[in-house]
């Protein structure tokens, strides 16, 4: 997660992941149009996204990410 200047490493298990974007479970709530850059086992190269929604869940809170 990039904010500002400050970078931070989260490890979330994803829920949905689609080519517009995907979504997580977060300890954490994260604030909305926060970008985040994504590493995905699938995928070659890191992806860059925008936090869209940021709901509370079971066990903490579901993260929605758009893909830029």
């Known amino acids: ?7 931070e ?3 979330v ?4 992941v689609s080519e517009e974007g995907m979504s997580f479970l977060s300890r954490q709530p994260i604030p909305l ?7 995905l086992d699938t995928a070659p190269a890191n992806v860059v996204g925008v936090v869209v ?3 509370t869940a079971l066990g903490g809170y579901m993260i929605g990410v758009s893909f830029k």
């Open 9 to 11: 490493t989260f490890y």
């Open 53 to 55: 929604h940021c709901s």
């Open 13 to 16: 298990r994803t829920r949905n």
């Open 33 to 39: 149009h926060t970008r985040l850059e994504i590493h």
């Open 1 to 7: 997660m990039s904010k500002g200047s400050k970078h």
